[in-house]
């Protein structure tokens, strides 16, 4: 069995996985895979994390009391003008924490669907048939509101392209081949995409976004104006380490 269909099997969590017929080689295929278990061991780290941002917090003692000052009538009708400053930016504050949260939230989903889209075409079923970079790049010029680039990649085969969707945003698919993995190489309007729910790494000084999802591995990095964002089954540092070539390479167009 390998990695893919285990982590397809096992995801979210290994001990919660539903049982069927493939169940227990799934389970002898974690027990043996290095990467495999660091993958769900991340994303029990990150779930955790995550929780623990969303836990309830009780409100400090002091917030308490202004908002029992508040509700309660003082001398001659007025309120306490402390008060209000502390319930005021009370308020505020919850209004930010909430934004965040719904703004990570968000971009999650976005990036969860590029990785289904990538699932939908594991076999490169592209709009345009090319393994070269000028000719997609030329085919894409009028299909886009950005400028398409196509890097060359080393020991890596470039297959063809097609025009997606994701969520009403028009994307460039660039279909990769590496060590006979699919690739997929989503590039967008950077204007429409927020990677606030991805996590941050920087490589070679440069920052690039990244997460796990149904047994894939998703990097992502932004570059004059569009996002670059590959997805596959390959593991998490060869995919960073193809991300950060086609950085260097796109950086010339």
Known sequence: MNCAHARKLLYPNPEQAEVTIEHSEALAHLR???????????????????????????????????????????????????????????????????????????????????????AKYLTAESQLQSTDPSQIETWFREKTDFGVRVPALETTN????RLCLLRERKAALIFYRRSGRPVSMFQLNAKDVSLAGLDRSVIDGAPFWRMSYKGYALAAFEQRGVVFVLVSDLRETDLLQMASMARTRSAGF
């Open 32 to 118: 043996s895979c290095d990467d495999c278990q660091r993958l769900f061991e991340a994303r029990a780290s990150w779930v955790g994390e995550l929780k623990s941002q969303l836990s309830p917090l009780a409100a400090p003692s002091h917030l308490r009391q202004a908002v029992n000052e508040i509700t309660q009538p003082r001398r001659a009708g007025l309120l306490s003008r402390r008060a209000l400053q502390v319930a005021a930016a009370a308020v505020l504050l919850i209004a930010i924490a909430v934004g965040w949260l719904a703004s990570r939230t968000n971009s999650q989903g976005f990036f969860r669907s590029i990785c289904e889209d990538h």
């Open 158 to 161: 470039l297959l063809g392209a």
